[in-house]
């Protein structure tokens, strides 16, 4: 059973960057999968971040091209997200999740909130 | 990037009612559609992928049809614990994209 866990600041200030790391438990992040981040603002619905393939490939949405990075760690089987230039908009719960090169999300974290905020 | 449009975007039903929701993609997307029920304080969980297959211990009573730019998701006789906002996502390319979300009220 593959497990998520999520984890980093809950309280970022304006114009710094968001840090998440996601860490995986009981499924090796060198499989054949990727790896994504998705958000959710309160009372919201979902956004897809981006993902990392198991080779350090990446896909991005267009939206946060410019400010987002994703990054793997297989030595700590872990992956995670860079978001720079936060605003209040940022402010969401963060989902980090599995997915097929080509299918949906079938393991997610429980997710973490981030507050953007002085 | 492909939008998905979901309709209703609520919906109040009762337990053993028919329900279906509607998920319209603004390209085709074949069958590259995965549905998800969410509920307060928990993360999606997965139910059905390639718009039709349901995922390994997800309930008979959800259904999952469609193709090209039409799905929809059935759940034939509605449980209390059905109650919860159902999105449906894309992957036919990214960046992948999610609907706005159907919440499904107790009557």
């Known amino acids: 059973q593959v497990q998520l866990q999520e984890s980093g600041p809950g309280l970022v200030k304006p114009s710094e960057t968001l840090s998440l790391t996601c860490t995986v438990s009981d499924f090796p992040v060198t499989s054949p999968y990727y790896w994504g981040w998705i958000r959710q603002p309160p009372g919201k619905g979902l956004e897809w971040l981006g993902s990392?393939?198991?080779?350090?490939?990446?896909n991005y949405n267009p939206s946060l091209q410019s400010r987002i990075s994703i990054s793997i760690d297989t030595s700590r089987n872990q992956f995670a997200l860079k978001l720079s230039s936060v605003t209040a908009a940022d402010t969401a719960v963060y989902y980090c999740?599995?997915?097929?090169?080509?299918?949906?999300?079938?393991?997610w974290g429980q997710g973490t909130l981030v507050t953007v905020s002085s | 990037a492909i939008q998905l449009t979901q309709s209703p975007s609520s919906l109040s039903a009762s337990v053993g009612d028919r329900v279906t929701i509607t998920c319209r993609a603004s390209q085709d997307i074949s069958t590259a559609l995965a549905w998800y029920q969410q509920k307060p304080g928990q993360p999606p969980k997965f139910l059905i992928y390639d718009a039709s297959t349901l995922e390994s211990g997800v309930p008979s009573t959800f259904s999952g049809s469609g193709s090209a730019t039409e799905f929809t998701l059935t759940i034939s006789s509605l449980q209390p614990e059905d109650f919860a906002t159902y999105y449906c996502?894309?992957?036919?390319?990214?960046?992948?994209?999610f609907g706005q979300g159907t919440r499904l009220e107790i009557k």
């Open positions: 999740a599995r997915h097929e090169p080509s299918g949906g999300f079938d393991f």
């Open positions: 990392i393939y198991e080779s350090g490939s990446t």
């Open positions: 996502q894309q992957f036919k390319s990214y960046p992948i994209t």
